[in-house]
């Protein structure tokens, strides 16, 4: 992976400062609202660390939308991020993964001009076994910018080509925070010790191909035939050493999308019998993922095109993944597309 490392301790907010001063035309409020998202972020990476000593563990007795069981962490992340991002006056409505409806602003606070979507806490299935989680964002600007009220679901429902910044949070053997403004990808690494993420790799750049992939095998059998022949050729041997490729794969998307991005190769989560529109959320996991990848690039699209260009028509609305290195996600094409 191409990587410049950083050369000198810089701070998340010593970095967003920085990334302001770039535009002289900013007005602070888009650091603020990264300032106090990051902020509802350590909080939530306090409670995981301290996940199996206290009663965070466990399910609730309440289903989200999708019809889930949630759960305990899930219920914290989700009320953590509302409650710091829904008074600083610089967002006019939230969308997430665990709410129905759109997530308004309370009445006696100011409305701003973004918008935020998130899913809270990805990899749920995987909370009470102490495997990796993490956290999905992304911000919008809303459709007019000029207005101080409410947000509506037009102003959510923006293809992901508008996102102003998109990133995660990976909760994993240290806590690690990436994010884009559209200007390349950087990634922090939390210090418990200090209390503050630092810049650990800046300008992140993919490798273009490498002989991973991604996907979880058991639902084989109910994918696409194309789709099929396609993992049936990455899994034969060639000539050449470069097949078969090697099968990684966490069940948590963060998980298995960092590691892509880091090392190279495939992340997959296709449509099948069960879910002939796929199963992973566009708006609050896929696009702002897809944002991460194409600016370090790679590619990322629904098997017909990319995923940054499809508008979305509901909140919830789901989709296939394809996302990973350019060479990679052009070969899957190839199947799909014969």
Known sequence: ??????????????????????????????TFLLHDFTFAIRLIEREIRRAGLTDILGLTENMNVHGEAVRKLDQFAYEVIYRAMDHNGNLCVMACEESEDLMKIPERYPKGKYVLVFDPLDGSSNIDVNITLGTIFGFYKRLDPTLRTDGTEEDVLQPGRKLVAAGYVLYGSSTVMVYTTGHGVNVFTYDPTVGEFLLTKRHLKMPKWNNQYSVNEGYYYKWDSKFQKYIDFIKTPSPDKKRPY??????????????????????????????????????????????V???????????????????????HQRTPLFIGSEDNVNELMEFLNS
Do not use: C, W
């Open 293 to 315: 990848i194409e600016q370090a690039g790679g590619k990322a699209t629904n098997g017909e095109i990319d995923i940054l260009d499809i508008v979305p028509t509901s909140i």
């Open 246 to 291: 090697s099968l990684r794969y966490v069940g948590t998307a963060v998980a298995d999308v960092h590691r892509v991005l880091h090392y190279g190769g495939i992340f997959m989560y296709p449509a099948d019998k069960s879910h002939p529109n796929g199963k992973l959320r566009l708006i609050y996991e896929a696009n702002p993922l897809s944002f």
């Open 1 to 30: 992976m191409a990587v410049q490392s950083s050369p000198k301790l810089i701070t998340i907010d010593r970095h967003i400062n920085e990334e302001q001063d770039l535009h002289p035309e900013a007005t602070g409020e888009f």
